[in-house]
T-cell receptor
């Protein structure tokens, strides 16, 4: 089946540094990728929708200059948390839509746990 | 606006017992409804979905869910729990908005299965 690879699965960084998270669709073309954030005991909250070759669409309340999203190819989207602070510590998860399938064919990465010291 | 409420953050059942995970939604337009499962250290995997047509949908691993419009519910059931069913389960809603594929998730329900 379709696989989405998310890397790294776990990262610790110092406050003020930037962290890049990669999301790759391994065996399909993903015209659209989504980035979610999950706090403990909370639901996944959509941060932004990433379309290949165009600017990402951010949800209300998400700082686009803080969370930089790049979707330069049909198989790769990246989320960069810039000047990270402890409050950015969270579980980040991506999903990718297979362009050749219908609405429900979203595949999720295994997530990245970010801890900012 | 859409929202999803999953009643019970933690459900514990005995092996062989009925599994019932509750999900209620609110949506101003006809919804698409989904159940996802997340095993430890893995991504979310689609269990089943409702888009249109038959309101009782069957998914993988023996799970099924019924869309009840009058109750705005989409509860997940399985007649007999297996140890391997222990995982986190998420209900999600989207809507039939053309190219809109955005999902709104519930907070999740952790299912534990006791031997």
């Amino acid at each position: 089946g379709a696989v989405v690879s998310q890397h790294p699965s776990w990262v610790i960084c110092k406050s003020g540094t930037s962290v890049k998270i990669e999301c790759r669709s391994l065996d399909f073309q993903a015209t659209t990728m989504f980035w979610y954030r999950q706090f403990p005991k909370q639901s996944l909250m959509l941060m932004a929708t990433s379309n290949e070759g165009s600017k990402a669409t951010y949800e209300q309340g998400v700082e686009k200059d803080k969370f930089l999203i790049n979707h330069a190819s049909l198989t790769l989207s990246t989320l960069t948390v810039t000047s990270a602070h402890p409050e950015d510590s969270s579980f980040y998860i991506c999903s990718a839509r297979d362009a050749n399938r219908g609405h429900e064919k979203l595949f999720f990465g295994s997530g990245t746990q970010l801890s900012v010291l | 606006a859409q929202s999803v409420t999953q009643l019970g953050s933690h459900v514990s059942v005995s092996e062989g017992a009925l599994v019932l995970l509750r999900c209620n939604y609110s949506s101003s337009v006809p919804p698409y409804l989904f159940w996802y499962v997340q095993y430890p250290n893995q991504g979310l995997q689609l269990l089943l979905k409702y888009t249109t047509g038959a309101t009782l949908v069957k998914g993988i691993n023996g799970f099924e869910a019924e869309f009840k419009k009058s109750e705005t519910s989409f509860h997940l059931t399985k007649p007999s729990a297996h140890m391997s069913d222990a995982a986190e389960y998420f209900c999600a809603v989207s809507y039939s908005g053309g190219s809109n594929y955005k999902l709104t998730f519930g907070k999740g329900t952790l299912l534990t299965v006791n031997p």
